[in-house]
């Protein structure tokens, strides 16, 4: 019986977070070209970087939901996770296949706002949770200033 349970909470946790990393990915399939023609700021980093780092944060997430699915939580705070994960989603449509930067800032301000209320509601509940999103929440207010530092996201399409 301990076993189904944990079985369930690792597809409860894991699933949202690797179906957000699918549907991401396949909005990026073309994400090499679209970076390397717009104009980034000198800190930007090489385009090989994002997928182990995005990898990484993935696993956080769905670690972060297995615990999660492990506590009673208000529906609320798993409303919240959903929608951060859906704009995560949705942000890669937003910047690579539309090529749209007023379109994947709205995106990725929501996002933020967002993942910065399930954090503050995961911290109350449980703090490892919330800890595990930390350094995507990190990652997000990075990749929002990039975002709004790139240059020529229109007419690269």
């Keep these: 019986m301990a076993k189904k349970k944990t079985f369930r909470r690792l597809l409860t946790g894991f699933t949202p977070a ?8 396949a909005a990026s399939a073309n994400a090499q070209d679209v970076y390397d023609d717009i104009d980034k700021p000198d800190w930007a980093p090489p385009a090989e970087v994002f997928g182990p780092v995005w990898s990484g ?13 492990s506590r009673k939580l208000p529906k609320r705070v798993w409303v919240l996770h959903w929608l951060q994960l859906g704009l995560n989603a949705s942000w890669s449509w937003a910047f690579f296949q539309y090529r749209s930067k007023p ?13 910065t209320t399930e954090l503050i509601a995961l911290w109350r509940r449980d703090r490892k949770a919330a800890l595990a999103l930390m350094p995507y929440s990190a990652w997000v207010a990075f990749a929002t200033a990039l975002n709004l530092s790139v240059e020529g996201l229109e ?3």
Excluded: E, P, T
């Design 103 to 115: 379109a994947s800032l709205a995106v990725i301000g929501a996002l933020n706002v967002v993942l």
């Design 155 to 157: 007419s690269a399409g």
């Design 57 to 69: 944060l993935y696993a956080l997430i769905g670690y972060s939901g297995f615990r999660m699915a």
């Design 18 to 25: 690797v179906a957000a990393g699918a549907i991401g990915a």
